[in-house]
């Protein structure tokens, strides 16, 4: 199992022992998810019963049953709640070559990546690998498939928390910081030459924003690339609903402003703000709508050639998709990421 060798030789390289056998026993459990008479011989070779360190542990270790179902006592991390999702095989080193503030609590990640065999659809996440931290983070890409196949570079823009990857891109992430990444998630936009064109409505709340902004600077892409080429997708229109507290909170909004002066009609966006205390700039003023999404605002969107895609906290997707429902919108329309 290459991908497995490769995630023991990142850590041993770069983790005390203890941290490295802890990450290994976690990827022999997500990786394949493999058998659990072979997952509990491995407990047992890693940390022995009679082992302070294997009493240790073991109430924090977690176990594959025999139809792939992960249990625990313990609050589920990122790795148990996307166990049944897609993941490639493929992982690679990363290397930190930009860290902005996209808010006061988002920073946002520049990665560059040489493993020309390292590709994503626009939509998903990747497992984050930090060098010593025995949890894995996952975080939606914000950037678009294009920027990687053109320049290398993937994109993540992550809000600042106390879970231990979030804390250390805050805290401790610097330039040239190596980490390791794998492509997962079956969340996504991913058209083809043959497809019938599709209206896309993005619904995105906080944070969500991240895998719905590398939708649309896709969309953009492709936009771009059938000004000069003929084999590519058919597009129909792009609207983002975009909710935040605030206008601050509103992550790449100068980049949305930009993608829509960039394609008009293509692509169209409402920014909605549910706790505006400040005067709201000129710009973004006509882009505005103070207040909660509403049943009036998404059913003009009604087709059957429209595909709802919606990502941010759980009781917003809950409430969205009640909404589309009553409205009447095909479930198999309807696409959701939950990030908790």
């Known amino acids: 199992m290459l991908h497995l060798t490769n995630i023991y030789n990142f850590f041993f390289r770069n983790s005390d022992s203890e941290d490295c056998l802890i990450i290994m026993a976690h990827a022999t459990i997500y990786v394949g998810c493999i058998a659990p008479q072979l997952l509990r011989g491995a407990q047992s070779r890693i940390f022995p019963s009679h082992s302070p360190l294997g009493v240790l542990r073991h109430s924090a270790?977690?176990?594959?049953?025999?139809?792939?179902?992960?249990?625990?006592?313990?609050?589920?991390?990122?790795?148990?709640?996307?166990a049944n999702n897609f993941r490639q095989e493929v992982i690679t080193q990363a290397k930190v070559c930009g860290i902005t503030d996209e808010s006061e609590t988002v920073k946002r990640l520049c990665l560059a990546i040489a493993n020309k065999d390292f590709t994503f659809k626009a939509g998903q996440w990747v497992d984050f690998f930090i060098p010593g931290v025995s949890v894995v983070g996952g975080f939606s890409i914000c950037s678009s498939p294009g920027l990687l196949e053109r320049e290398g570079i993937l994109?993540?823009?992550?809000?600042?928390?106390?879970?231990?990857?979030?804390?250390?891109?805050?805290?401790?992430?610097?330039?040239?910081?190596?980490?390791?990444?794998?492509?997962?998630?079956?969340?996504f936009f991913d058209p083809q030459p043959g497809d019938s064109p599709v209206n896309l409505v993005l619904i995105a709340g906080g944070v969500g924003i991240n895998p719905l902004f590398s939708i649309l600077l896709h969309i953009a892409d492709l936009h771009g690339y059938q000004e000069g080429k003929g084999n590519r997708p058919k597009l129909g229109t792009a609207k983002l609903y975009y909710s935040a507290k605030n206008t601050s909170e509103l992550l790449f909004k100068k980049n949305i402003l930009g993608l829509m002066k960039a394609f008009p009609g293509k692509i169209t966006c409402c920014f909605h703000v549910t706790q505006q205390r400040s005067q709201i700039c000129k710009e973004l003023q006509p882009y505005i709508t103070e207040g909660r999404i509403s049943e009036k605002d998404l059913e003009k969107h009604i087709s059957n050639d429209t595909s709802w895609y919606i990502c941010g906290p759980p009781p917003m997707i809950e409430s969205i998709s009640k909404l589309l429902t009553n409205i009447g919108v095909p479930r198999n329309r309807v696409f959701f990421e939950k990030w908790w």
Request: proline share 4%.
């Open 155 to 187: 994109e993540l823009a992550v809000k600042h928390s106390v879970h231990p990857p979030a804390h250390w891109i805050h805290t401790e992430c610097t330039l040239d910081s190596e980490v390791a990444l794998r492509v997962g998630g079956d969340f």
């Open 61 to 82: 270790f977690c176990y594959c049953t025999g139809n792939g179902t992960i249990k625990s006592k313990r609050k589920m991390d990122h790795l148990e709640r996307t």
